[in-house]
């Protein structure tokens, strides 16, 4: 797993990727097909951090908007206002993967706890289109997963000509029908499902690297 310095830089680093090829990625996370049909994986965010589908833009929520000339027509307009977020990655604890299946299995332990303090192991599958990898903790860690409506990516604008991408986690609000951008933060403890040193967003963020595609 790479240090909090190293997710911060790979952070610091994604601001100013202005060699983002936003076309392929968005067509390579489209791929993965876990989560269904391909405008999932791309929304165009409006002013206060919500988002919308492509389709739902095109005044038809529940219709599938192939990624053609059309679709990307609408990306790329949004660039240039409130931007876009891509999912890229996916903290499941709802499905089951045998362990043959995963790339890599993390076991983590970072508490000074004795044996008899820890007794609910958590199992979390952390998902990407390029790999799948398991993630074991226990509970009494305190380690924040992301819910099943949550996934995490990157919301990507356009200021000065220029391609700023910042990693957020995209989750639903309280009545359950609109999606809301939230930025990872320095401000948060390791614990909390917003931090840079969340473990699950630190291996997320370094999974999530190996799938954007770059010009």
Do not use: W
């Amino acid at each position: 797993m790479i240090s909090d310095e190293d997710a911060l830089k790979i952070a610091r680093k994604m601001e100013n990727a202005d060699n983002i090829d936003i076309k392929k990625t968005i067509e390579k996370a489209s791929t993965a097909g876990y989560l269904g049909e391909e405008h999932f994986y791309c929304t165009v965010i409006e002013e206060g951090g919500l988002t919308h589908t492509v389709p739902e833009i095109l005044g038809n929520p529940y219709k599938s908007q192939p990624l053609d000339n059309l679709y990307f027509d609408i990306i790329s307009k949004a660039l240039d206002h409130d931007g876009i977020y891509i999912s890229l990655g996916y903290c499941a604890t709802n499905i089951i993967v045998p362990d043959s299946a995963c790339e890599e299995i993390i076991e983590y332990d970072d508490y000074d706890l004795d044996d008899d303090e820890l007794e609910y192991m958590v199992e979390y599958v952390l998902i990407t289109s390029d790999n799948v990898k398991k993630f074991r903790i226990y509970a009494e860690e305190g380690i924040s997963g992301h819910e099943r409506t949550e996934d995490l990516g990157l919301m990507v604008n356009i200021f000065d000509g220029e391609y700023k991408a910042y990693f957020a986690l995209r989750s639903t609000d309280r009545c359950m029908s609109n999606f809301r951008v939230l930025p990872l933060s320095l401000d948060y403890q390791k614990e909390h499902p917003l931090s840079f040193r969340n473990p699950i967003n630190k291996l997320l963020i370094e999974m999530i690297c190996e799938s954007i595609v770059l010009k």
